[in-house]
C-alpha cells in the first residue's frame, strides 16, 4: 500500500536558520508530491508541487522542494526561515492517474524570534 | 483556485446524537472528498463524494456512521451519524481542480461529550 513517511514530528528554530523536513514516499508508478502547510488558525494550503519536469520545484514564501526518485523523497527546504513560518507542514502524495491523495503525519514547525 | 466553505466550523455534541456538515463550493468540480483529521495525527480520505450516485468510502468508513450526499456540484453533506467520543475530530472537504491540485475548506472541529 502506498504511504508517506515525515520524519519530522517537531522542529523548532530560530529566525534565519536553514530549514529542511523530510518526506519519502513509498510507491513504484509515478506519483505527484505536493506540500501543504497549515498555520495556526487557518486551514490547509499548497504550498508547492511537483508533476514532471525540473526536480527543483519553487513554491510560496520561499519555499522549495526537490524529488528525487532514487530515493523517493521530496524534502522541503527554506534557506532562511521566518518566525511567520510557524505552522505545520503536511507532504502528500497522488499515484498518477487516480485522484486520491496520501498524507504524511505532518511536522510542527516552531520558529524562535 | 476554488474558495470552500463549511459549516458549522465547529460543533459540540452529545454521545449517541448526529451532526451534519455542509461543504459549498464557489465553481463546479468534479471530485469532492471528505477526510478527517484526527487529533495530533495526519489527514485520511473518509470518502470520495460522487454527484448523482453513491459515496465511495475508503477502507474502515462505512455509509451507515459516515453518510454523504452530493445533490449537485458545488455542495456536498457529510452526516457523523450516532457519536461517540472517538468521533472528536476536524472534518474536512476537499476539492480536487482541473489541475490536480486539491483544495481544502477550513474544516469542522468536532467534540463529542
Known amino acids: 500500500a502506498q504511504s508517506v513517511s515525515q520524519h519530522n514530528h517537531h522542529v523548532i528554530l530560530s529566525e534565519a536558520a536553514s530549514l529542511e523536513l523530510g518526506c519519502n514516499y513509498s510507491?513504484?508508478?509515478?506519483?505527484?508530491l505536493f506540500w501543504y502547510v497549515q498555520y495556526p488558525g487557518q486551514h490547509l494550503q499548497l504550498l508547492l508541487k511537483?508533476?514532471?519536469?525540473?526536480?527543483l520545484v519553487k513554491g510560496i514564501k520561499g519555499f522549495e522542494a526537490e524529488f528525487i526518485k532514487s530515493k523517493f523523497s521530496f524534502n522541503l527546504r527554506k534557506p532562511s526561515v521566518q518566525w511567520s513560518d510557524t505552522a505545520e507542514y503536511f507532504c502528500a502524495v497522488n499515484a498518477g492517474g487516480t485522484y486520491k491523495y496520501i498524507f504524511g503525519t505532518g511536522t510542527r514547525l516552531k520558529v524562535l524570534a | 483556485s476554488a474558495v470552500i466553505s463549511q459549516k458549522p466550523s465547529r460543533d459540540i455534541c452529545q454521545r449517541g446524537t448526529s451532526l451534519t456538515i455542509q461543504c459549498q463550493v464557489d465553481?463546479?468540480?468534479?471530485?469532492m472528498f471528505w477526510y478527517r483529521q484526527q487529533p495530533g495525527q495526519s489527514l485520511t480520505l473518509i470518502a470520495t463524494?460522487?454527484?448523482?450516485?453513491?459515496?465511495?468510502?475508503e477502507s474502515g468508513f462505512v455509509i451507515d456512521k459516515f453518510p454523504i450526499s452530493r445533490p449537485n456540484l458545488t455542495f456536498s453533506t457529510l452526516t457523523v451519524s450516532n457519536m461517540s467520543p472517538e468521533d472528536s475530530s476536524i472534518y474536512l472537504c476537499?476539492?480536487?481542480?482541473?489541475?490536480?491540485?486539491?483544495?481544502f475548506g477550513p474544516g469542522t472541529r468536532l467534540t463529542v461529550l
Open positions: 463524494a460522487n454527484q448523482g450516485s453513491e459515496a465511495t468510502y
Open positions: 476537499s476539492v480536487v481542480s482541473l489541475y490536480n491540485e486539491q483544495f
Open positions: 511537483y508533476f514532471s519536469g525540473d526536480p
Open positions: 465553481s463546479q468540480v468534479t471530485m
Open positions: 510507491y513504484g508508478g509515478t506519483v505527484n
